[in-house]
Structures are given as structure tokens and as C-alpha cells.
């Protein structure tokens, strides 16, 4: 922002500072674009586009020249006003209290998408900061951390950041590794493997045993000893650690596909739907996929009404500060690409280990990485066997503690 209160100037870049020392990782190759270099290189990781489609005659064509000139895998940050602050900016610079920059365009969020996937980029959040953009002591951080992200009022904020990246126009075939932790699942073992349809270069299914206290384990064993097509491979491993988290972690860490699924024993989740997932990644859709339980009608005792409700009134939450859709957190299913995997596991550091079901912690390290999401709703059925491991009061105080957490780490 160009403005001749210096005050409202370096608050202003340093909360842009602040985003993107959030948003970059770490080692990444980041090009700056200003008026004399509009065009990246392949080279480049990280593309940061700030305060300049104001100023650019043509935007369609310069996004454009961006999605030919970036890496398949690279990231668009791109900063602009929130048009509903022209009128005001207009007054400040008749005030003298900002520098006339002559900006010829003032565009909506609708306007920058639109224009984005014209040029072959596709969003992946877009969010607004800044309600106070001059410091005031105490005030502006107590207002621009806590109230400004709040629903409604976050609308009213100075500064729209958009996240992108380059549409993809995959086909491609991976290896598939899918990860199934259990524990006293002895009854649904032994039909398991011939309800998960057959997709992918090739599969490897990894059953994580842990510590049941019925005949889960001998029931592995059983099939593991089967015959399968030269293209499936079964794993079979006792788990060390506690609870599901670390069984996934443990079995995605013995995986070798390129694509990693985790897929629950208790078969609520029909694996005919594996291939939906593998479909999002394989054409370049996303880049982590979710299931959703909450979309189609349930089977009668899958899932009791007090459940229901919670997931849905937190499925709200945090989409709204993921800046990312999630309907269902907390649905089992969930299928990223190995090395998107590495890249969470290598940053889990930054949030901590903090969730003993894994999902969060891969949720919020998708979002750190700037992977694109997508859901694909399923059908929740009834277990035929067993008794579930999620208590409903357990679950509904990790839902709050998660969204307390996720509200502090990504207000940054």
C-alpha cells in the first residue's frame, strides 16, 4: 500500500510479511512479481502477486502469462484490496493521509476467480484480514486476530488474499497403498479384501493390528496366506504405539504407493467408493480428498442424532477458518499422495501431536501445505460387528479443542 501515513503503511506490510512467512514454506523458491518483472520462471515454487492487479491494464492476460510461465506444481499468492474499501482509501487520499496511486481497478472476490480460471488457475482458499489497518496499541492485534476472522464482520476487512494454483490435466495410473488400522475387528477381516474393488497401477493393502483382544490378528494372518493377482500385495503389522493415529502413521510409513488411502475395518465406509478417491487425485482434481458422511441419508443406527448434529455445526466452523470445505472432519476415509504425506510429516512440528485419531493432524497439515481439497460424499452404514471406539462426549470435546486450536494456528 502506497500511502503517506507511515504508520498505516508499515503495519500494513507487515501483516502482508506475516502471510507469507505463513503461507511459503520453508526453502521454497519464491518470485516476487512488480512492474518491471511480471513473468516467473518453472524454477519457481512460490509466486507472490501483492497490491498489483490495481495496476495491470489486461488481468485476464497476465494471469495468463503466469499459468504458462509457472511450474505445474506451483503456488499463485495474490493480494488486493477489498473493493468495499474504495470509497474509504478514495476519501484518505483526499485527505492527504495516502499518496494518489491512480488505481484503475477494484475487483471482487467473484471477479478474481473468474478471471483466475479463465487464465487455466484454479483457487484454493481466499480469505480477508485487516479490519483495523493502522496500529493501535493492543487494539489492532486483539481485533485483527480474534474479531476480524469472525463470520460476517471478516467481510468487511481491508486485505482479500487469494491462494491458487495451475489447473491440472492429469491421467496418470499410481501405485496405491491403502492402510487399514484394526483393532477387534475379527469379524468383517475375512471379507474385507473382496469388497475393495481392484483400480490403480497397483495395490498394497497394509493392515495395522492394534492390540485387540479378539482373534483380529488370526484372522490377517488367514488372508494374508490367499493368492492374489501379481498386482496386489498384502501387508500385515502389530502395532507398537496406541491408538488409530499412530497405526495410520506407522502403515503409511511402510507404504511404497504413490497415492496413500486409510480405509476403517469396521466397513461403514463401503470400499467400492476407494475409487472416487483415487479419481480426485489421479486426474488432478485435489490434492488431499475427505469423505463426507453428512451429504446422503445414513443407515438408521450409524450414526446417532446428537453426532449428527455436532459434526455438522463444527463441519461449518472449520471450513470457515480452514478457509477450505470440510463437511465431515472426523469420516475415517482420507487419501493424499505419498509425498504431500512427507511434507506434513516433516512439519508436524508446527502443530504438535496432539490428535489420538490422526485426522486433524492431517486436515491442518494439508491446509499449512496449500494442498487443494476436495470431499467425496459416501454412504455411512451400520456396523455389522463390534462396537465403535468413538464415545460421543470424547468426541464432541475433541471437535472443541480442535477448532480452539485450529483458531489460534491459522490466525495468525
Known sequence: MTTGNSNLKNYYQQDTKNLIKFLVPNKANVFTANQKNLIPSKNDDFIIINELIGDIADIQSFFTQIRNNCDENARILVTYYNFLWQPILELATILGWRKNIGQQNWLGHDDIKNLLELSGLE??????????PIYIPFVSNFVNRWIAPLPLINNFCLKTWTLARPKQANNKNYDVSIVIPTRNEEGNIPTLIQKIPFFGKSQEIIFVEGHSIDNTWTEIEKISKEKYTKKLTIKKYQQKGIGKADAVRFGFDKAKGDILMILDADLTVDPKDLPKFYKALSMGQAE???????????????????????????????????????????????VLFKKDYEKIKKNRAFFGDFDPFGDFDLIFGAVKQNLKVAEIPIRYKERVYGSTNINRFKHGWLLLKMFVYAYKKFNF
Open 123 to 132: 483457487i484454493i482458499t481466499s480469505q480477508k484480514r485487516l479490519l483495523i
Open 288 to 334: 488431499f480428498v475427505n469423505g463426507s458422511r453428512l451429504v446422503y441419508p445414513m443407515e438408521k443406527h450409524a450414526m446417532n442424532t446428537l453426532n449428527i448434529i455436532g459434526n455438522k455445526a463444527f463441519s461449518w466452523l472449520f471450513t470457515w477458518i480452514l478457509g477450505q470445505r470440510f463437511k465431515d472432519t472426523l469420516c475415517g476415509t482420507k
